[in-house]
């Protein structure tokens, strides 16, 4: 299958791409050649693969997730740049002003 020069010009209006003429060209090309491959794919007879959520059967290995000993909050706010009481203290990233708008 190939795209026209018109069909792959309205993809690129509905992705608000603004292409020009050699572009257009490059990018029809290239669609078709991902629509060919595509195809073929449709082609292979996959009744025997069964279904899979990932290519590769292997699991992830996280460790137990266990209470360890850790550092105290005076020991963590030892390595603090700045703090404040019993709190790390960190500059500003958002003003007051924008804390409500979304």
Request: glycine share 4%.
């Amino acid at each position: 299958m190939s795209l026209s020069r018109e069909e792959t010009a309205r993809l690129a209006e509905l992705a608000r791409l603004s292409l020009n003429d050699e572009e257009l060209a490059r990018i029809a090309h290239d669609l078709t050649e991902i629509i060919d491959y595509m195809e073929k794919l449709a082609g292979i007879d996959r009744a025997h693969v069964r279904p899979m959520s990932h290519v590769l059967d292997t699991v992830n290995a996280y460790r137990d997730d266990c209470a360890e000993p850790s550092l105290s909050q005076e020991e963590a706010l030892a390595n603090a740049p700045d703090r404040q009481g019993q709190f790390f203290r960190v500059p500003r990233i958002i003003d007051a002003g924008e804390a409500g708008e979304a």
